[in-house]
């Protein structure tokens, strides 16, 4: 099966979160795109599409969302797999929600919350006070990548009887 994993990241979690996916979908064709840094081309080509990225101030990167916009009526007829990485696990069901449209969400096969990390050395100035901001709110933060829903998500993306196209989990 060709595999496009397409997603955006500001600090890195989300790209961990697409290489750690990569290296699971053994017997696979995976190609990665990080959509803050290049474009994706022949999506026609893929098999499965699994699409996600990480949350900033309530919203999904716009680069996901003008991908999906552009591309919604091609994402509908593929097997398809959404994805949300997020500092507030608290939040994360209505941030998953306002991410994707309806349509896509309906349509898609699994949809997942992997956690998210607060990399502050790698932060703005700007960025380290609103996220000082979300820690102060008293909801719960997620408590880093969180690969046992990775790795479940994956499971039910192949499908059952299809078990063994994905590695086993760690
Ligand atoms: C400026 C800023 C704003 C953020 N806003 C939110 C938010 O509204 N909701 C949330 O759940 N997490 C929020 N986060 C946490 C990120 O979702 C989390 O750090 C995630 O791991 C980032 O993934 P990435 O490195 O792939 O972009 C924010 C982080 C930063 C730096």
Known sequence: MNVLIVYSSWHGTSDKVAA????KLINHKVDLVNLKMHEVSH??????????????????????QKFYIKNL????QKDLGLFICC?????????????????????????GYFGGE?????????????TAQITKTGKKLSDGIDYKAIDR??????????QHLIRKPN
């Open 20 to 23: 750690y996916m990569a290296d």
């Open 43 to 64: 999506l026609r080509n893929y098999d499965c599409i699994i699409l996600g990225g990480s949350i900033h101030f309530g919203s999904i990167e716009s680069s996901v």
């Open 73 to 76: 009526d091609l994402l509908l």
């Open 87 to 111: 500092g507030l696990d608290e939040d994360k069901e209505s941030q998953f929600e306002s991410a994707f449209p309806a349509q896509l969400r309906e349509h898609s096969k699994v949809q």
């Open 118 to 130: 607060l990399l502050t050395e790698k932060m703005n100035f700007v960025q380290k006070l609103v």
């Open 153 to 162: 998500f994956l499971g039910l993306l192949a499908g059952e009887g299809n």
